[in-house]
């Protein structure tokens, strides 16, 4: 697990830099070549975690072009060309983490782990339609914005829109439904494998709940969730995980 993140994590922070773009692409695809011939420690070690489980690269790949799409920036059609691009950034952590976790025999469960990535990606956009504002940035689908009538102008420069929380109820309830379908999956991993993708699903969904909690006014601030109460779930998923 750690080797997978240490990859990810790498990949994600080339991108996230004041560089140029041209620079940061560069850098990112001498991280991709990384995959085939790797010579750094952190890809000697992803790649070994690959054998050893099976992995196949095309999802670390994937990554990699939708990390691209962050270097330059460009409004997401539709609600299609966003889940794409949260399947890139997230949806192939969880087909590359779900054979660690036990569950590298059945396709379906590879699908359903694509799904909880999915859905943390969508959680994380929910929770930070102000931050990326700030960025010029705005990853809620072009069409849906349209259909709720909202202003994205005025979104990016942080005034309050009165139809923006409607929206994002809608993209709550969307990332809710994706997270049962993901959950689907679990049954198919190992026990400790259960507990693991079972926990880190119910804390996801609790920034959920904090963001209905703020009336889904995402331009007030970023929803934090307490230790304690993260902790008051764990009981709940270790109960599930057993069954």
Known sequence: MHAIYAW??????????????????????????QLERPTHPIALAFADVRARYGID???????????????????????????????????????MVAPVLG????????????????????????????????LGRLYLPVAELTAFKCDADRILAMEPDPNLPAL????VTRARGIYARSREGL??????????????????????????????????????????TKLRRVPGVLVQSVR
């Not at 990810?8 to 070549?33: I, S, Y």
């Not at 025999?105 to 700030?134: C, F, H, K, W, Y």
């Not at 994002?168 to 993209?171: E, L, P, S």
């Open 103 to 134: 569950g590298r025999s059945d396709p379906e469960t590879i699908v359903r782990a694509a799904d909880m990535g999915i859905a943390m990606q969508l959680t994380n956009i929910l929770r930070d339609v102000a931050e990326d504002a700030t």
């Open 57 to 95: 690269a095309q999802p670390a790949h994937d990554m990699i072009a939708g990390l691209e799409r962050d270097i330059a920036f460009k409004p997401f059609a539709d609600w299609s060309s966003l889940r794409d691009y949260c399947y890139a950034v997230a949806g192939t952590v969880g087909v």
């Open 168 to 171: 994002i109820r809608f993209q």
């Open 187 to 228: 049954p198919a991993l190992s026990r400790v494998g259960r507990a693991t993708a079972g926990t880190a699903s119910a804390f996801y969904e609790l920034i959920l709940d904090g963001i209905e909690a703020n009336g889904c006014d995402v331009l007030a601030g970023r929803v934090h969730v307490p230790l304690p």
């Open 8 to 33: 990810c994590r790498t990949a994600d922070d080339l991108v996230d830099t004041n560089e140029p773009g041209e620079e940061r692409r560069r850098r990112l695809q001498h991280w991709a070549e």
